[in-house]
């Protein structure tokens, strides 16, 4: 069965990737991984993350995918040997040196080939299969046919790809924009995304004059990517031969996480209930795109694509269906009422739906509100403030409540 791949931030998204569906979480350290500015985990949290993941049956990559320079390697052996007792079941390398290290210091640990290192053909697969590697994850810039013919010149080595999330500009991320311009280095994990911004003109004998590009009355974003979605083609992945289909995301919200797992872990599941007679269903990208995110793209699946067909140029917004009111901790069966950790203000009065780990949504109106004290309150207008919503349904601990929004940010 094909394996669902998940972003986990921190800790509390691997545990939402884990509950709506993942069969895996990938996960960074405080150093190493190509997400600097996202929480990351402590060596405490990602000993605790990979026990949760590993008392539900589910796996933990840790990501080692930076482009060291030689300063990189001073503390790295003894992270490695960290990493290996606390049982992480692979890491993810894009460099030589790095993988090297990883076989002489941890020779049993399984090592994943980073989309960084651009594996974009068959050889490069092998090669990798042949140092001892025991997966490559695919650059984004492939089509199904390519996919295709990697896994038929290497069917003994396991493809991962990806399928959701934010795309880059440059070859599998490969990028010197963001350090140029900001001394940011994306490479060693800290972009500034310097693609998403608006851009101007000058002409080399009138410096100092800007002169606006438009698409719109905002001018334009011309290095603006769409986000990739693949929903409608689980069954060519699987039959391509991808072993695991990647969400990219560790900086986005635990909404994001959980929406988007749960929208492709049931696309997933219906495949193998009778995949024969899979069928797309709209409701799918609905629930995927209740998270924030960009308009979305197919890329390079379906072959080269028009000029236009992956690059937004008019904005750099994102798209926004519903907030994320609040993530719920606990129910009291005796009160009837959820304790819910606010993430955006709710009133009394407000339609809301709520989502479990596992089951349908419902909508419920809330009728009542209370504070930790259990008295009586109007709306929760602060940040992260633990609050009582009476219901009698019983609800579980990470379901999530959210309220439909026409806002874009």
């Known amino acids: 069965m094909v394996e669902l791949l998940a972003p986990g931030g921190n800790l509390e998204k691997l545990k939402m990737a884990v509950l709506y569906g993942a069969d895996a979480v990938y996960i960074g350290g405080s150093e190493f991984g190509l997400r600097a500015k996202a929480d990351n985990f402590s060596p405490e949290e990602m000993k605790e993350g990979i026990k949760f993941a590993h008392s539900k049956g589910k796996k933990v990559y840790v990501t080692m995918n930076i482009i060291p320079r030689?300063?990189?390697?001073?503390?790295?052996?003894?992270?490695?040997?960290?990493?290996?007792?606390?049982?992480?079941?692979?890491?993810?390398?894009?460099?030589?040196?790095?993988?090297?290290?990883?076989?002489?210091?941890?020779?049993?640990?399984?090592?994943?080939?980073?989309?960084q290192a651009n594996n974009t053909n068959y050889m490069s697969a092998a090669f990798w299969k042949e140092q001892g590697a025991s997966r490559v994850v695919l650059a984004r810039e492939l089509s199904l046919e390519e996919i295709k013919y990697i896994h038929e010149k290497n069917p003994d080595i396991e493809l991962e790809a990806f399928v959701h999330g934010a795309m880059c500009i440059s070859y599998s991320g490969r990028c010197l924009l963001s350090g140029y311009m900001t001394g940011r280095d994306s490479n060693r994990g800290d972009c500034a995304q310097a693609c998403r911004w608006s851009?101007?003109?000058?002409?080399?004998?009138?410096?100092?004059?800007?002169?606006?590009?438009?698409?719109?009355?905002?001018?334009?974003?011309?290095?603006?990517?769409?986000?990739?979605?693949?929903?409608?083609?689980?069954?060519?992945?699987?039959?391509?031969?991808?072993?695991?289909?990647?969400?990219?995301g560790r900086m986005k919200s635990s909404f994001y996480?959980?929406?988007?797992?749960?929208?492709?872990?049931?696309?997933?599941?219906?495949?193998?209930?009778?995949?024969?007679?899979?069928?797309?269903?709209?409701?799918?990208?609905?629930?995927?795109?209740?998270?924030?995110?960009?308009?979305?793209?197919?890329?390079?699946?379906?072959?080269?694509?028009?000029?236009?067909?992956?690059?937004?140029?008019?904005?750099?917004?994102?798209?926004?269906?519903?907030?994320?009111?609040?993530?719920?901790?606990?129910?009291?069966?005796?009160?009837?009422?959820?304790?819910?950790?606010?993430?955006?203000?709710?009133s009394v009065g407000d339609e809301v739906e709520v989502v479990m780990p596992s089951g349908e949504e419902f909508s419920l109106m809330i009728k009542r509100m209370t504070n930790e004290k259990g008295e009586d309150i109007e709306n929760a207008p602060h940040a992260q403030m633990i609050f009582g919503i009476e219901c009698e349904r019983e609800i579980l601990p990470f379901s999530m409540i959210r309220k439909k929004s026409d806002q874009k940010i």
């Open 257 to 346: 996480v959980a929406s988007v797992v749960r929208a492709y872990r049931m696309a997933i599941d219906k495949y193998y209930r009778d995949p024969d007679n899979w069928s797309y269903d709209p409701k799918w990208l609905e629930e995927a795109s209740k998270a924030s995110h960009r308009e979305y793209t197919k890329a390079f699946f379906l072959g080269k694509t028009q000029p236009d067909s992956t690059q937004n140029y008019g904005t750099n917004s994102y798209i926004r269906g519903y907030d994320f009111i609040g993530l719920c901790r606990e129910y009291d069966k005796n009160r009837k009422i959820v304790l819910v950790e606010q993430r955006n203000k709710v």
């Open 70 to 115: 030689n300063s990189d390697f001073e503390n790295m052996e003894q992270y490695i040997r960290e990493i290996e007792e606390m049982g992480a079941d692979a890491v993810l390398v894009s460099d030589p040196g790095i993988f090297s290290l990883v076989k002489r210091v941890a020779p049993n640990m399984q090592i994943h080939i980073s989309t």
């Open 199 to 248: 851009y101007r003109l000058v002409e080399e004998k009138r410096p100092g004059e800007y002169m606006p590009v438009y698409e719109n009355e905002r001018g334009t974003f011309i290095f603006n990517s769409k986000d990739l979605c693949l929903l409608e083609h689980i069954p060519e992945l699987i039959k391509a031969g991808v072993y695991s289909l990647k969400i990219e």
